[in-house]
């Protein structure tokens, strides 16, 4: 019956030239890496390396950012997605801590990846690698967030109304200092925003300017902003984005999103998400390796709480049981603590050939 089914909506997709429906149907039987990716509950316990793009791809030897740090509380805690490259769990760390000196009160932090990337059941296009995280524009406030807050409260939207600019009462100073703090990183790449409060950073930034390349108009991004980071030292099977184009991005580029075209609705047939039709196939073939690696001892081995924190880091080698009491460790410490083995580099199964039709 299923079977039947399965060839009568692949015929019927097929008949209507949807040919990603028609293809993500025929795949039916194989599951998606979308399911075995969201199942997993810890990383792959290995040397920590992104594979594949940011919208197409996995990473190992992840590390979690804590539920609350010193200038920072993570929420939706239920998504389990406090996830990232040691790299990306350390810039949030620091630019925690460096935008509490410059004023802002705390970063909200909101997903970052799932323990070994991949794509997610609901929500993202990106953050597969461990090299995204959205942080909210809403400051954190000044009491510890119970764990139902964390899931109930929302994220302002910096907009005026439905419109496509920034709402002045909401807009302040201390938002465009957090973003400056943000791209000044060398290794954040991207901050991606709302056309709208781009608009505002152009018309209202003065001084130095240069830092206005990095942060770019998209899509959503009115309540939170996302900051990307580049592929890491060590991950050859990072795919590098294109690199920002030159100047501050003030320009028809920005012009664009206030015309129609970006919010014209899409005709034609509607075309299935990638993460709908998604198999391990369209991910890089390591990911099978990290998906099928062994997990840490435990997620308290492998979060990270801040400098300023008591190191609740525990043991996982002999080696790191010396030092597990020790307070305020940094992100390098945590990692090398770790002893994470490389993914052994056989038996790496190879991507099954799909039978031509
Ligand atoms: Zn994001």
């Not at 149907?25 to 594949?52: D, I, N, W």
């Not at 465009?176 to 930034?205: F, M, N, Q």
């Not at 039709?277 to 690696?293: G, H, K, Q, Y």
Request: hydrophobic content about 40%; some cysteine; glycine content about 10%.
């Amino acid at each position: 019956m299923m079977r039947r089914m399965t060839w009568i909506a692949a015929g019927l997709a097929a008949l209507l030239g949807i040919a990603g429906l028609a293809e993500g149907v025929a795949r039916a039987a194989e599951p998606l890496a979308k399911t075995l990716f969201g199942a997993q509950r810890l990383p792959a316990a290995a040397a920590p390396k992104s594979y594949g793009f940011y919208s197409k791809g996995c990473f190992a030897g992840g590390v979690a950012i804590g539920v609350d740090g010193p200038n920072w509380q993570a929420m939706r805690l239920s998504r389990n997605r406090r996830w990232g490259h040691p790299a990306m769990i350390a810039t949030l760390e620091k630019l925690s801590r460096e935008a509490a000196a410059d004023g802002w009160p705390g970063l909200l932090i909101g997903d970052i990846s799932q323990p070994r990337g991949g794509p997610m059941l609901t929500g993202h296009a990106s953050h597969q690698i461990g090299l995204d995280a959205d942080i909210w524009f809403t400051p954190m406030p000044d009491h510890r967030l119970s764990e139902s807050e964390r899931e109930k409260l929302g994220a302002e939207s910096m907009l005026k109304g439905d419109s496509l600019y920034v709402d002045d009462r909401k807009w302040t100073p201390a938002h465009a200092a957090v973003l400056k703090r943000a791209a000044s990183y060398k290794e954040v790449e991207r901050i991606l925003v709302h056309p709208g409060i781009k608009k505002k950073l152009c018309d209202t930034v003065q001084g130095d300017r240069t830092w206005l390349r990095k942060v770019r108009p998209f899509w959503g991004h009115d309540a939170h902003f996302h900051v990307r980071i580049g592929c890491q030292p060590g991950s050859v099977g990072c795919k590098a984005q294109d690199a920002v184009p030159k100047g501050d991005g003030c320009d028809k580029s920005l012009a664009w999103w206030f015309t129609e075209e970006p919010w014209r609705p899409a005709t034609g047939p509607a075309q299935p998400r990638a993460r709908d039709i998604m198999t391990m196939a369209s991910l890089p073939r390591e990911c099978r390796a990290v998906l099928d690696a062994a997990a840490p001892a435990s997620e308290t081995a492998v979060t990270v709480h801040g400098r300023a924190a008591q190191a609740a880091v525990a043991p996982v080698t002999a080696a790191a049981s010396a030092g597990a009491a020790q307070a305020g460790r940094t992100v390098g410490e945590v990692i090398s603590e770790l002893g994470y083995a490389p993914l052994p580099e056989r038996g790496v199964p190879l991507p099954k050939p799909r039978p031509d039709r």
